[in-house]
């Protein structure tokens, strides 16, 4: 329900964002989509930043299991929406803002995504039962789309920007990170409860002749 919103929401408030870059050596003008641009750049650096720097320092201080990372990604995915929360409130009072708050905001939703996505779509294959792998995949991406529905249904009821809707303006960006902050607490809470088992299949499992699909 969140991340797609680069794609959306996010666009939409960069179009009435200073879109102008100046990096000391060079400046250029971008187009309100052209943004996103980061988030691939930003997804290959922080792979390998994230494998094998951050998740072994914090695993020094707390150890840091598949569950917990998806914990952590879900309350900085929420983190990423008080940021743009916040730079949409400056917009409504008139204040310059610009394009730089996003980019903040896109570091922080794709940190998320590394935890959360990359994690989970690895979690739910090594911890189905081997005769369900497909099905629990099949559920990861049935939940992506689910979240996308629900995007469209809030739009839906909340109409075009600038009706007066109790969603309006700033209050949509607080809206979708209260709701992301509460579901990460309560997954907090059931994730608490659960017991990690590994499914992952062994070479042995499979019949002559059969390819090994982890391979």
Known sequence: ALYDQTGSSWVLQADKMDTSVNLGFVKFTLLPSQIQAINPILVMLMIPIFTYFIYPWINKIYKLTAVRKIIIG??????????????????????HVGIIWQFWAYVIITAAEVMVSITGLEFSCTHSPNGRKSFVMGMWLMVVSL????????????????????????????????????????????????????????REDYGAGELNPTL
């Open 147 to 202: 979240g996308n529905a629900f995007t469209a249904l809030i739009n839906g009821l909340i109409g075009e920007p600038g009706n007066g809707s109790i969603l309006d303006g700033a209050a949509y960006f607080w809206f979708f990170a209260g709701l992301m902050l509460l579901t990460a607490i309560v997954f907090s809470f059931v994730a608490s409860k659960y017991k990690e088992e590994s499914f992952v299949q062994k």
């Open 74 to 95: 879900l309350f900085l995915a929420a983190a990423s929406f008080v940021l743009i929360a916040m730079a949409e409130a400056l917009l409504q009072t008139g204040v």
